[in-house]
């Protein structure tokens, strides 16, 4: 299984703040997504990014895959409390003949009003 | 609505009781799989299933069956619990394998809303 690390671990900020959480990792990945997971519920997917240097926004939101294709960015702009929650990425990376999905542990946001 | 339902939401029990989680999707989907996630370990896949009567072993299998007779359901079962197995559980889905080429660039998985078992 690869390792995917995410930091900060926790982030707790306040509202209208910016902020800027990572995911890295040592393997190439032929892609990643980002989920977020809002307390009492499953993850829920936001974006795949597929290409190096790939930009996707959503809303207040900018998620960015690195060039070499071994890291991301996702930064948030003006927080609100509906960000709270924990923010996942998955890389999909190609090995042993067949493509493997691996979660990193998570950042956990809090946005405090 | 497009989902992964799961049950029970809850459940506290005591070693060594048999108990099943249910899992059931209503999109057709090949995939699924069972996670249990952890304080400062994350998402673990448990269990798989490319497609009906196909399961495989994730990363911490040990402890825990699953059956796939029906394309909609993919239960989990602990024959006999153990205090080890307190966690949060998550079933997900997929129209396709993570395993496939296609996947990564069109798909990701659907997430159920968790079941929290307690072994006592």
């Known amino acids: 299984t690869q390792l995917l690390e995410q930091s900060p671990q926790f982030l707790s900020i306040q509202e209208g703040e910016n902020l800027t959480v990572y995911c890295n990792s040592s393997?190439?990945?032929?892609?990643l997504q980002w989920y977020r997971q809002e307390p009492g519920e499953g993850p829920v997917l936001l974006v795949t990014v597929v290409t190096g240097g790939e930009v996707k926004k959503l809303k207040r939101l900018t998620f960015q895959f690195g060039d070499a294709r071994k890291d991301s960015s996702l930064h948030i702009t003006a927080a609100q409390t509906g960000d709270t929650g924990l923010y996942l990425c998955a890389g999909v990376y190609s090995g042993a003949g067949s493509y493997q999905l691996t979660f990193g542990k998570g950042t956990k946001l809090s946005v405090i009003p | 609505e497009a989902q992964v339902t799961q049950n029970p939401r809850y459940l506290i029990t005591v070693t060594g009781k048999k108990l099943t989680v249910t899992c059931s999707q209503n999109?057709?989907?090949?995939?699924m799989s069972w996670y249990r996630q952890d304080p400062g370990l994350g998402l673990r896949q448990i269990y798989y299933s490319m497609n009906v009567e196909v399961t495989d072993k994730g990363d911490v299998p040990e402890g825990y069956k699953v059956s796939r007779k029906e394309k909609r359901n993919f239960p989990l079962i602990l024959e006999s619990p153990s205090p080890n197995q307190t966690s949060l559980y998550f079933c997900?889905?997929?129209?396709?394998?993570?395993?496939?080429?296609?996947?990564?660039?069109?798909?990701?998985?659907?997430f159920g809303s968790g079941t929290r078992l307690t072994v006592v």
């Open positions: 393997s190439v990945f032929s892609s």
């Open positions: 999109m057709n989907h090949e995939y």
């Open positions: 997900a889905s997929s129209p396709l394998s993570p395993h496939s080429p296609v996947f990564t660039t069109y798909y990701g998985y659907t």
